[in-house]
């Protein structure tokens, strides 16, 4: 997909958990229609997944609590839906490696173009980033997740997520294997910062479904604005 859906670009993007996770998982299940095919397994697959996602959705409701949390929802259950259906068909290995590309390739080339030329276009590429990322903690991720702010100013944004929403619907579903899939997603954007030309870098050392015991997404300017 080449085609800037979510308007990062622009430099305009504005966090529609709606929208972004409905053409997120629309992608999801073309993608995965389309591997089944080269696993000789019938695309009617899809179908019934979706069926369970939303059986799986309703049973885990008391997990909304807010709306990003009925999207995150979403997410995370897809996953567990379709594990359930291609880990028996194809054994647990393949059937992570196949929802890790499924859900991470679609939108792969459109987020780190339109990510690199918000960065490329932004008059403080730093403060862009941080600025997205405050837009997404609130409106894309929401009380499902808790975050520590350990340094916040003109030259860092370093932010811990201790708890992860997907982790924990995860866990609770029986697979927590499933998490990095979702950590995979970030290098989408992660890879589209150039810090020697933006001004800034990023570490993440470690996530939640990695096994750490937090989530490091760390901000740093390399050389002062302007």
Same mark, same amino acid.
């Given at each position: 997909?080449?085609?800037?859906?979510?308007?990062? &670009?622009?430099?305009?993007? #504005? !966090? $529609?958990?709606? =929208?972004?996770?409905?053409? %997120?998982?629309? @992608?999801?299940?073309?993608?995965?229609?389309?591997?089944?095919?080269?696993?000789?397994?019938?695309?009617?697959?899809?179908?019934?997944?979706?069926?369970?996602?939303?059986?799986?959705?309703?049973?885990?409701?008391?997990?909304?609590?807010?709306?990003?949390?009925?999207?995150?929802?979403?997410?995370?259950?897809?996953?567990?839906?379709?594990?359930?259906?291609?880990?028996?068909?194809?054994?647990?290995?393949?059937?992570?490696?196949?929802?890790?590309?499924?859900?991470?390739?679609?939108?792969?080339?459109?987020?780190?173009?339109?990510?690199? &030329?918000?960065?490329?276009? #932004? !008059? $403080?590429?730093? =403060?862009?980033?941080?600025? %997205?990322?405050? @837009?997404?903690?609130?409106?894309?991720?929401?009380?499902?997740?808790?975050?520590?702010?350990?340094?916040?100013?003109?030259?860092?944004?370093?932010?811990?997520?201790?708890?992860?929403?997907?982790?924990?619907?995860?866990?609770?579903?029986?697979?927590?294997?499933?998490?990095?899939?979702?950590?995979?997603?970030?290098?989408?954007?992660?890879?589209?910062?150039?810090?020697?030309?933006?001004?800034?870098?990023?570490?993440?050392?470690?996530?939640?479904?990695?096994?750490?015991?937090?989530?490091?997404?760390?901000?740093?300017?390399?050389?002062? &604005?302007?």
């Amino acid at each position: 997909m080449s085609t800037d859906q979510f308007g990062l &670009a622009e430099g305009g993007y #504005a !966090p $529609d958990p709606d =929208r972004d996770t409905t053409l %997120l998982l629309d @992608a999801f299940y073309d993608h995965l229609a389309a591997t089944l095919r080269e696993h000789s397994l019938p695309t009617a697959l899809t179908t019934a997944m979706r069926a369970r996602q939303a059986e799986l959705e309703a049973a885990g409701r008391s997990r909304v609590v807010d709306e990003p949390a009925r999207h995150n929802l979403r997410m995370t259950m897809a996953l567990v839906a379709a594990y359930e259906s291609l880990r028996p068909r194809l054994g647990r290995e393949t059937a992570v490696m196949v929802l890790r590309t499924s859900f991470v390739e679609p939108f792969a080339e459109t987020l780190k173009a339109g990510t690199r &030329a918000m960065l490329d276009h #932004a !008059p $403080d590429a730093f =403060r862009a980033m941080v600025e %997205l990322s405050r @837009a997404r903690e609130e409106q894309a991720f929401g009380k499902g997740f808790v975050f520590d702010r350990v340094a916040d100013d003109d030259t860092r944004y370093h932010l811990d997520v201790r708890r992860c929403f997907y982790h924990d619907v995860l866990a609770a579903s029986g697979a927590p294997e499933l998490t990095p899939v979702m950590c995979a997603f970030d290098a989408n954007w992660i890879g589209a910062i150039a810090p020697a030309e933006h001004g800034f870098g990023f570490e993440r050392r470690t996530t939640i479904g990695t096994g750490g015991t937090h989530c490091p997404f760390h901000f740093s300017r390399n050389r002062p &604005a302007g």
